[in-house]
């Protein structure tokens, strides 16, 4: 199968493989500036406002003059996630594979709280840049020492992603029946009318917070993690 053209000059763009244009005159910006304006933009008024001409106006130049710097939106974005990351979490100063996971779980959750549109955006197959290719390789670092297979290990870390992707989407009002938004007093009343179709969501009434939602899922997965670990460890 042919390597998708855009995904190539995405790949380009983001790990420094490209060559700098030497026509026309020196650019106003630099990449990171552009990168930055289009995460204000998506943190304030949500990733539906970013476009090429929008951007351009916020810099204060032309949409031909953007693409000095990015060749199309999808570029665009791929710059944006790249910059709205962060740096990877440190997890050497973390003792044990179970805490070292916790921590990357928080400080993934923190980042994607930070910038409520990238779990959505960085699902599915595309190229990552160097700065968010470091996140699961310092999760996989967590798991270095443990008797779980590469593949296992990469699985690991894609489950612990996941579920703060997951129950980051369900911390959103209106994703879930019971989550705290406008609809949830409809909801309730819905349910309570309905309570021999939905005798079990009608008689709840626990409203799980993001936070708890997490801790809880996430302990799940680890104690599976540490059941699995400990049975492959060597007995002493």
């Known amino acids: ?91 050497g100063r973390v003792a044990g594979w179970r805490a070292k996971l916790e921590e990357y779980a928080r400080e993934l959750s923190a980042a994607w709280r930070l910038h409520p549109w990238l779990p959505s955006i960085t699902a599915g197959d595309r190229v990552m840049g160097p700065r968010e290719t470091a996140w699961p390789e310092s999760a996989l670092s967590a798991l270095a020492d443990t008797p779980l297979t590469e593949r296992e290990r990469l699985d690991a870390i894609m489950l612990v992603s996941n579920h703060i992707r997951a129950t980051h989407a369900a911390a959103t009002p209106g994703t879930q029946v019971w989550t705290a938004g406008n609809a949830a007093p409809i909801m309730r009343d819905l349910l309570l009318l309905n309570a021999d179709r939905f005798p079990l969501l009608a008689t709840t009434h626990a409203i799980p917070s993001v936070t708890t939602t997490q801790e809880f899922g996430l302990h799940a997965i680890l104690d599976g993690l540490e059941h699995a670990i400990t049975q492959r460890t060597p007995k002493r």
């Open 1 to 91: 199968m042919p390597v998708n053209e855009d995904s190539k000059a995405v790949a380009e763009l983001l790990w420094g493989l490209r060559k700098p244009s030497s026509r026309g005159p020196r650019p106003a910006f630099d990449l990171d500036q552009v990168a930055d304006t289009a995460v204000k933009v998506a943190d304030t008024e949500g990733l539906e406002a970013v476009s090429m001409q929008r951007i351009a106006a916020e810099l204060g130049f032309t949409k031909m003059a953007l693409y000095r710097y990015v060749k199309d939106k999808a570029e665009l974005i791929a710059v944006m996630i790249e910059a709205a990351v962060g740096e990877a979490p440190d997890l």
